[in-house]
């Protein structure tokens, strides 16, 4: 079974910074990538960035780029996301999730963490 779990979300000022994780407890044999999505209050959850596994490309958001990385450890079977310039509208839980195949959906989420920006 996979479990993913998020950690390191807070609270932060507008301008700071945040570090999210993401562990994996075993990864699939056909793990394709491993993404980040945030849900705000009211609003439908959105893709923040995404990395694949075997090559290490990145993906972000038009909303995110420039202020926030994404990056895994391979030996620690883990993802990051490195957040600076933080914004309020930056607020929401945050989820990670995987992707077995290229064009499959993100069959595995983690239990979320909260990110609250204040100005």
């Known amino acids: 079974q996979v479990q993913l779990v998020e950690s390191g979300g807070g609270l932060a000022q507008a301008g700071g910074s945040l570090r999210l994780s993401c562990v994996v407890s075993?990864?699939?044999?056909?793990?394709?990538?491993m993404g980040w999505f945030r849900q705000a209050p009211g609003k439908d959850r959105e893709f923040v960035a995404r990395?694949?596994?075997?090559?290490?490309?990145?993906s972000y958001a038009d909303s995110v780029k420039g202020r926030f990385t994404i990056w895994k450890d391979d030996a620690e079977n883990t993802v990051y996301l490195q957040m600076n310039t933080l914004t309020p509208e930056d607020t929401a839980i945050y989820y990670c999730?995987?992707?077995?195949?290229?064009?499959?959906?993100?069959?595995?989420w983690g239990q979320g963490t909260q990110v609250t920006v204040s100005s």
């Open positions: 990395v694949t596994w075997s090559s290490g490309f990145t």
């Open positions: 075993r990864l699939t044999f056909s793990t394709y990538a």
């Open positions: 999730a995987l992707q077995p195949q290229r064009f499959g959906k993100y069959d595995y």
